[in-house]
């Protein structure tokens, strides 16, 4: 009896130790799977510049993870035509969403001789390297504003003078009346080379009241189809002078 005993416990130890071990294995297989089969997938789906001065902008762009596991450690980068880069990091990008990044900047006065792109690194994933515009490329500056103002219709005049050497895009004058949405000026939109000056107007009914600001918004296409927007033009202190 005493030796069956001891088998028993041995058998019983035996199976223990090999379930433990299966158990293990298991473990370690699903983990592996798991580590595989994770990934972070990024992708810059939209940029937009918006013109703070003639060599100052604000670049902001989004990182898109289309992955199934969240993307951690994250750095956006900005490559400057003159080879200067910028940084900003975020929180982990989690599966299926987008970070927006703001990078602000002033442009060292030295040859243009690179191209401007953005990207993003996040641990091992990174973004296809994304072109972008700078102030160089096109730099768009509101002056200028005239207003015109009716018992029924007010019309705003305000022009867009482009500082920088490539031509800007399908060109849109807005304006925004306090607590409301951006409104566009509707009409054909227009192409603005490089150098050029323009004139935009914006016409609304006065019962409205008076906008806040005007500003005008291109495209890029050499950057894939950026967005680029002028300084902002406020009007309050205009409209109190009248």
Known sequence: ?????????????????ASIAIVGVAWLLTSLITYWTTYAALTVPQWQMLTYGPHSARITFFVHNSGNGAA????AHVQLGNGQVLTATSPPIQPGTTQQYY??????????????????????????DEPVATVADIGLLGNHVQITRGAAVTTIHFAVRNVGSREASSCHAFMR????KPVGAGGAPSDLRGGASTTFSVTYAS????????WAECYDPP????????????????????
């Open 72 to 75: 951690s450690g994250c750095t």
């Open 177 to 180: 009346f306090s607590g409301r």
């Open 207 to 214: 019962s409205l009241g008076h906008p806040v600001v005007v």
């Open 1 to 17: 009896p005493g030796l069956g005993g001891r088998q028993r416990r041995a058998t019983v130890l035996g199976w223990t130790a």
């Open 103 to 128: 990078l602000v900047y002033r442009e060292r006065r030295s040859p243009q001789t690179r191209p401007a792109y953005a990207w993003d690194t996040c641990g091992g994933a990174r973004t296809p």
């Open 223 to 242: 950057a894939s189809d950026g967005l680029v927007l002028s300084t902002r033009t406020y009007l309050r202190g205009l409209f109190r002078s009248g």
